[in-house]
């Protein structure tokens, strides 16, 4: 085990790629939040966040895949398996223990409740009052984690989805009376399925406080020569 840790370690050091030390490519996993990560036509990941976490991994000589999932997936294999990274991932209180983080990759962006335009009866000053309205959410994500934290149920003030686009749908449909975006993305969101920024409203501002950095972050199951092999070429 000692011999083999130390084999890794000159890997690490000498920018060898893990796969000619005896290791699969890192597993890099992110979600659908145009204008920094989403699918390509051709099938590969783009985005002004992916771009940066390559050009990070390609200086540490590291081998590695990214792949888009939807982020219950995308988290779930970040907490369970080995020799995963995720981003962009708000580095929250209650998510501290379960990464090794890397910050920041981004800033962290404003969210906030949208509304349909008009819906003018949708009036919102205060967390509590929101827990009168259906909020169209994905699981395991910052505003899901938030909003359970503040006694939002599922079922019953949240409503369930896979993903960020079938939120949106559900909006524009009127099948959910709020959804979650930051404004830059709803915007694109938008703009993808053929409606202008005016068809939605903020009615209410998500509080970040919480939030320490928008970063990557690796599985704790990943080896801490990788760890420290990224980490090194980041604060350079």
């Known amino acids: 085990m000692l011999k083999n840790s130390a084999f ?8 060898i790629p893990a796969t000619a030390c005896g290791q699969e490519p890192l597993k890099v996993v992110t979600e659908d939040w145009p204008p920094y990560s989403f699918l390509l036509p051709d099938g590969s990941v783009g985005g002004m966040a992916t771009d940066k976490v390559r050009k990070l ?10 792949s888009l999932y939807p982020w219950v997936r995308a988290y779930k294999m970040a907490l369970t398996q080995k020799n995963v990274m995720i981003y962009s991932i708000y580095r929250t209180p209650e998510r501290e223990a379960q990464f090794q983080w890397l910050c920041p990759l981004l800033p ?9 335009s ?8 205060a967390l509590e009052e929101l827990k009168q309205y259906t909020i169209g959410i994905t699981k395991e994500e910052y505003g899901y984690q938030y909003l359970i934290e503040h006694g939002f149920k599922e079922a019953k ?10 939120n949106l749908r559900k909006l524009i449909e009127k099948r959910v009376d709020l959804i979650i975006e930051s404004s830059d993305t709803m915007e694109i969101r938008l703009k993808n399925i053929g409606y202008n920024f005016e068809r939605v409203i903020p009615v209410f501002e998500m509080n970040t406080a919480g939030v320490a950095d928008n970063c990557m972050a690796f599985s704790l199951k990943t080896a801490p020569e990788i760890v420290e092999q990224v980490r090194e070429i980041f604060f350079r």
């Open 8 to 15: 890794l370690l000159t890997c690490a050091l000498q920018f």
């Open 57 to 66: 991994l390609d200086k540490a000589g590291l081998e590695y895949r990214i």
């Open 108 to 116: 962290t962006h404003s969210m906030y409740f949208y509304a349909l």
């Open 118 to 125: 008009d819906r003018k009866d949708i009036k919102v000053k």
């Open 157 to 166: 003030q949240l409503d369930i989805t896979p993903n960020y686009d079938i």
